[in-house]
């Protein structure tokens, strides 16, 4: 059984900056690729930033410059650096492990934590 528990959302002003967590658990669980999605109001789910073992990350244009996937594969943890967060950032966003860093296509998901960006 392998558990995605995120934590680090909150509301914050246009402009601001918040820091994502997500602690992976279940034994040996060491996966390729790991990442975040988000689903906006009325939006669909979208990917948006992933990262390999090796440190190699791919993002979404959208929030390209302003987020930065990091991890600690020692602790199994990964954060996503948010810096100059706009209104359209607000949604809930997930961590996942994903099939493919170019697709950004989600095999498995967390619960999700809310991110409000108010303009």
């Known amino acids: 059984q392998v558990d995605l528990v995120e934590s680090g959302g909150g509301s914050v002003e246009t402009g601001g900056s918040l820091r994502l967590s997500c602690a992976a658990s279940?034994?040996?669980?060491?996966?390729?690729?790991m990442g975040w999605l988000r689903e906006g109001p009325g939006k669909e789910r979208e990917g948006v930033a992933t990262?390999?073992?090796?440190?190699?990350?791919t993002y979404a244009d959208s929030v390209k410059g302003r987020f930065t996937l990091s991890q600690d594969r020692a602790k199994n943890t990964f954060y996503l650096q948010m810096n100059n967060l706009k209104p359209e950032d607000t949604a809930m966003y997930f961590c996942?492990?994903?099939?493919?860093?170019?697709?950004?296509?989600?095999?498995?998901w967390g619960q999700g934590t809310q991110v409000t960006v108010s303009s």
């Open positions: 279940g034994g040996t669980y060491s996966p390729h690729c």
């Open positions: 996942m492990e994903c099939d493919d860093q170019l697709t950004m296509a989600p095999r498995y």
């Open positions: 990262i390999n073992r090796r440190g190699s990350t």
